[in-house]
Every structure is written in structure tokens, then in C-alpha cells.
């Protein structure tokens, strides 16, 4: 049966768009709903102008609240009846209330060879440490932010004189390999590790 995925998107949307545009011919799973919580977002621009549902849920007028808004998330996703969620380039910590009862069918995209870097400015940390090489990791999303079983990473090197920036669109490039070939060897129940 096809699978159907939800994908959460906060910005540009590359990684989401790498995603939906494998999900064809064969692929066992077809893109049901783009979800963001913001609604400026180009990744749900992009999904409209696709003809694929589309739901803004804004996190700021539920403040500190946090259960409310996954509690919103939760409303808009249902409609769908999604099997797995992609996380890419979502930027909203998601608490273990919204988290379990997804464990094992959510996936995320992190720029960087977890179980380094967890968080924010990878790039920049990458380049401070005096590391060689860098990357991004696909995982299972676990309530431990940027933690959960590994089902995929892709390296490159770090050159010497890179800057953030050059790291980040150099790693970019391989998110936008690797994160669909992983969703598309786990969407047919394959969760063996893949590295690139
Ligand atoms: C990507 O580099 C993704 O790995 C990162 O945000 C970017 C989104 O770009 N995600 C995180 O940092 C999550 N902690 P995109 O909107 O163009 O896919």
C-alpha cells in the first residue's frame, strides 16, 4: 500500500522539494501534505504551486505554550492521515507529547555527522573545531532533539578555507541526495543505514 508522508518545512524547502520530486513511478510512498508553521515559508509556496495540500500552523500566538501548538499540529496533520513524517528544515523543537506516538514513522534531516553538532550554527562549529570533514545525518526522531537511531549520512570534506556559507551549500547538496534516497529505501520497509 502506498505510504503517505507528511512533510514539515520551515524555510526555503529544498530538502522537502528533493523529497517530493523523487516520490514518483516506483517509489513506495507519495507526498500527502506540506506543513509549516510558517506561512511565509517557500517550501509551502512551492507545494501550492504543485497542487499539494498545504497547512500553516503559526506557533507564535500559542507563545510559550507549546502542548497547544503540537495540539494544533496534530488537528492539521490528522486531516491527512499521513503514515510517516519527514521533518526538513523544520525549526521548531517538537516536544515527546507530539513526538511518540510517531516514534519509528518520523523522520529528519540534521547538518551534521551526528552525533556531532546537535543544534544550531553546525557549520560554523564544524569549521572551528578544526574538523576535516563534515555532513548531514538522517534519523529517526526520538523526544531527544538531533538524537534517534541513524538511518543514513553523507560526508565532505571540509576545504581549507571555507567559510559557513560554502560548508553549508556544499553539505546542502548532499541532503538533497541523501535524504531521499533514505526515505525511499524506508518508505519499502528497508531501515538498514545507508551512507553516501
Ligand atoms: C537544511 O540544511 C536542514 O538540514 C537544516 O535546515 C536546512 C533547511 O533547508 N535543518 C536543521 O538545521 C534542523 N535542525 P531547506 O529548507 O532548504 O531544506
Not at 25 to 36: M, Y
Not at 49 to 71: K, L, M, N, W
Request: proline share 6%.
Amino acid at each position: 500500500m502506498t505510504q503517505r508522508v507528511a512533510i514539515f518545512v520551515s524555510g526555503g524547502g529544498s530538502n522537502m522539494r528533493a523529497l517530493v520530486e523523487d516520490m514518483t513511478g516506483d517509489h513506495a510512498a507519495r507526498p500527502v501534505v506540506i506543513v509549516s508553521n510558517n506561512e511565509n515559508s517557500g517550501g509551502i509556496a512551492w507545494a501550492k504551486g504543485q497542487g499539494i495540500a498545504t497547512e500553516v500552523v503559526d506557533h507564535r500566538p500559542y507563545g510559550e505554550d507549546r502542548a497547544a501548538f503540537e495540539h494544533a499540529l496534530d488537528a492539521a496533520l490528522a486531516k491527512h492521515a499521513p503514515d510517516i513524517i519527514c521533518l526538513a528544515g523544520f525549526m521548531r523543537v517538537l516536544t515527546a507529547g507530539f513526538v511518540s506516538p510517531w516514534q519509528g514513522r518520523m523522520l529528519n534531516i540534521h547538518p551534521s555527522l551526528l552525533p556531532k553538532y546537535r543544534g544550531l550554527h553546525t557549520h560554523r562549529r564544524a569549521i572551528e573545531a578544526g574538523d576535516t570533514s563534515h555532513g548531514c545525518t538522517v534519523h529517526l526522531v526520538t523526544p531527544e532533539l538531533d538524537d534517534g537511531p541513524v538511518l543514513g549520512q553523507a560526508t565532505v570534506p571540509i576545504l581549507p578555507d571555507d567559510t559557513p556559507d560554502a560548508l553549508a551549500a556544499r553539505v546542502l547538496e548532499q541532503e538533497h541526495r541523501l535524504y531521499p534516497a533514505v526515505l525511499r529505501r524506508f518508505a519499502s520497509g528497508n531501515t538498514n543505514r545507508l551512507d553516501l
